[in-house]
């Protein structure tokens, strides 16, 4: 059993990492703005982790898996966006891995992003050598943060960079998917010949949990992933997921951009078609595989949204 300090623990991906963390005879105590609840775990409420007060906080924890961070915002309204994802994703990180290592903690998990090391799309496979560069202020405020924790002496970092997660409690472009095959109207995407990776929520809690105890590397960063899909495919596999069968039309996808132009939604479109593949293998090597199959996953994201 180990004690765990665990941030994000109220989001998506943190909900079920405690779940799973607990089930396994870990002792959690969750990091929160207030005193919200957590089933399983002991809460320790701070307040916003960009001026929580660490100060004989963390004693007595053997590691502190840190999810919580200010996400990929479309339509960001913060005055100085690159200084607002800073603030909460590189200086309250970096905060708080220099107050665990002075406060005796020897493993710091951190949670980033494949935006750390690329933002968009058209690569088939990405490495933990790639040189990493993003472009966006959520991915330059992840990279900072890792570059920064690879500093910290005496401290055992673990790195993981997740690309698109699913399952139960997902939000964003996936829910999209749902709603679009629950309808049944067809869609564009037959000639769409991408990949993206994704990975599902609890193959990346087990991960994060595998990442407690693996040894310390030179290279502390790691892709993480379960299966790479095209656009086409991850349609046909949430309608599965929905007792339907997408129906999809060949539409040229030079067609697709040319019509995303016309609209202002070329972005939109780029994600749709573009790759973005990663390659986990490092990690796998390490001891770590998915154990949840996508069907599995996409099923209880299917139940949740349609009890």
């Not at 990492?17 to 809460?43: K, L, N, P, Y």
């Not at 472009?135 to 055992?156: F, M, N, Q, V, W």
Request: some cysteine; proline content about 5%.
């Amino acid at each position: 059993m180990s004690r765990l300090l665990v941030t994000g623990a109220t989001g998506f991906v943190g909900r079920h990492f405690v779940r799973r963390a607990v089930s396994q005879g870990h002792e959690v105590t969750a990091v929160t703005r207030s005193d919200a609840t957590v089933a399983g775990a002991r809460i320790l409420p701070v307040g916003g982790l960009e001026s929580a007060n660490w100060d004989r906080q963390l004693g007595g924890f053997d590691a502190i898996v840190h999810m919580a961070a200010r996400v990929h915002q479309m339509h960001d309204t913060a005055v100085d966006p690159l200084a607002a994802f800073r603030a909460a994703n590189t200086e309250a990180t970096l905060a708080l891995a220099r107050a665990a290592r002075a406060q005796g903690v020897r493993r710091f998990v951190f949670l980033s992003s494949v935006k750390a090391a690329v933002d968009g799309g058209g690569h088939d496979s990405i490495g933990d050598d790639v040189k990493p560069d993003p472009k966006t202020p959520y991915g330059l405020s992840k990279r900072e943060a890792e570059i920064g924790l690879a500093e910290i002496d005496g401290l055992d970092v673990v790195i993981l960079r997740s690309p698109l997660v699913y399952g139960p409690g997902a939000k964003g472009n996936i829910l999209s998917f749902y709603r679009l095959a629950k309808i049944g109207l067809p869609l564009p995407f037959a000639r769409i010949r991408n990949l993206r990776s994704l990975i599902g929520v609890t193959n990346l809690a087990d991960a994060i949990l595998h990442a407690l105890s693996i040894p310390v590397s030179a290279n502390p960063a790691y892709f993480v992933e379960d299966t790479s899909v095209s656009t086409a495919q991850l349609c046909q596999r949430v309608a599965a997921s929905l007792e339907r069968r997408a129906i999809l039309l060949p539409v040229p996808v030079g067609l697709m951009r040319l019509c995303a132009r016309v609209v202002g939604q070329s972005a939109a479109v780029e994600r749709l078609t573009e790759s973005l593949v990663v390659d986990s293998s490092r990690f796998r090597e390490t001891g770590w595989s998915p154990s949840v199959p996508m069907a599995h996953e996409l099923e209880s994201l299917a139940r949740c949204l349609y009890p």
